[in-house]
């Protein structure tokens, strides 16, 4: 896992089933917007669902 600071990057390398997301905060750091994908080969990846974590008040 990294964060640089703006972008959000987790990953899984695993024979047959990589996995991989990335996400972005807001502006004002209430929400988090990504998306996981996943991939068979590790070199063609498909989206597998978008996410929107919020922060709660």
């Not at 964060?3 to 209430?30: E, K, L, M």
């Not at 998306?35 to 922060?55: C, H, K, L, P």
Request: hydrophobic share 30%; no cysteine.
């Amino acid at each position: 896992m990294t964060f640089d600071g703006r972008v959000w990057t987790v990953w899984r390398d695993a024979p047959n089933f990589n996995q991989r997301f990335t996400g972005t905060p807001s502006d004002d750091g209430r929400t988090i917007d990504g998306q996981w994908e996943m991939s068979r080969d590790g070199e063609t990846w498909n989206v597998d669902f978008a996410i929107t974590y919020t922060r709660e008040a």
